[in-house]
């Protein structure tokens, strides 16, 4: 496969969190949504990555490792978003995945494997699509005979027929990157918002005679867009349920998955038990057979294999093999 390259859109304020922090900074599961889209742009190996960034600029790039930053200094919509990286891709003519800050429960396999059909479609551009029992309010995926997309509909504009497909546009797309960038030149912001909006192209594309392709999401939960506090909990909840069960197929015993929260970037050993109402924070080491909780918090704790504790805190610090701490012990360094 040709070079690849990705766009994440991160420039957004996100006024439904109600927050002076930007939406794509608040954390779930210990790390920025951001960083979890970084990620699994990553774990998909795409060769070039660009953030795009506007509201709170400077604090999105400080959280931001080995990452391009290119900045949106007007919210234009979600293509001008996009066109601001047209200097930086000039020299690019290969697939581009553009997707969103907001979204962090995409999988890297998902990505991956979206890449992949891009190819094997030899396809102008692909829609990331899913399926849902409620689409209500989403942009329904109209297909021709042969599976091709040959438009996209928002909810308001559908007619009953259209109104009864199930499958929507989830706002995530693949591109050829030079017809990308060619046909962002001729979309309008003929719109209420006066915005240049992404999903325009599309319809030129189709007119003009390109294949647009729709890959369907085997988890229609990965596509989730974060807008409020009641979604951030939801993928809180989600990638907790990820993590957890990611654990107990590495031979950890969880008593109560439901009562357990575990964050990224902690590592815990075969055969440790952990009881409910435990946190486990970024940056932990747990060793092997240790007995954890109920009722603990571990934040950048390294505990030994062995180590028994119960109602216990341990904030940055160490603790050796084989100890066993009293309950109600806070330990902070």
């Known amino acids: 496969m040709s070079e690849t390259a990705a766009i994440i859109l991160a420039a957004g304020q996100g006024s439904r969190m109600r927050s002076e922090l930007a939406k794509v900074l608040h954390p779930i599961a210990g790390l920025e949504m951001v960083n979890h889209v970084v990620r699994s742009v990553r774990t ?37 978003a996009v066109d601001q990286c047209r200097s930086v891709l000039a020299d690019f003519d290969g697939p581009v995945l553009v ?44 297909r021709d005979k042969k599976g091709n997309v040959i438009k996209i509909v928002e909810h308001k504009d559908a007619s009953d027929e259209e109104l009864n497909i199930q499958e929507i546009n989830t706002g995530t797309y693949c591109f050829d990157s030079k017809l990308l960038f060619r046909y962002l030149k001729k979309i309008t912001p003929d719109n209420a918002q006066s915005e240049y909006y ?6 030129l594309l189709i007119h003009d005679g ?9 988890d229609p939960q990965e596509s989730m867009g974060i807008n409020d506090r009641i979604q951030l909990a ?53 060793g092997k057979r240790c007995v954890i909780g109920p009722n603990c918090r571990l934040a950048r704790a390294q505990i030994g ?24 012990t806070y330990l902070a360094k």
């Open 234 to 286: 939801q993928a809180e909840k989600i990638m907790r349920e990820r993590i957890c069960r990611y654990w107990m197929e590495q031979g950890v015993t969880l008593v109560d998955p439901d009562s357990t929260f575990i964050e990224v970037d902690c590592s815990i050993g075969q055969d440790t038990v952990i009881y409910p109402q435990t946190l486990i924070q970024r940056g932990t080491t747990i």
């Open 305 to 328: 294999a062995e180590v028994r504790m119960e109602n216990t805190v341990v904030v940055g610090c160490s603790v050796g093999d084989k100890v066993q701490i009293d309950p109600f």
């Open 198 to 203: 992404l999903p325009d192209v599309l319809p």
């Open 44 to 80: 998909a190996a795409f060769d070039r990555v660009y953030v795009v960034v506007g509201h709170q600029g400077d604090r999105v790039r400080s959280v931001l490792r080995d990452v391009n930053c290119v900045e949106q200094l007007e919210q234009l919509g979600t293509g001008h």
């Open 210 to 218: 390109y294949k647009v392709a729709g890959y369907v999401l085997e």
């Open 99 to 142: 997707t969103y800050g907001d979204t962090p429960l995409f999988r890297g396999e998902t990505f991956q494997e979206l890449l992949n059909y891009h190819s094997s479609e030899q396809a102008a551009a692909t829609v990331v699509t899913a399926y849902f029992e409620d689409p209500s309010g989403y942009g329904r995926v109209v």
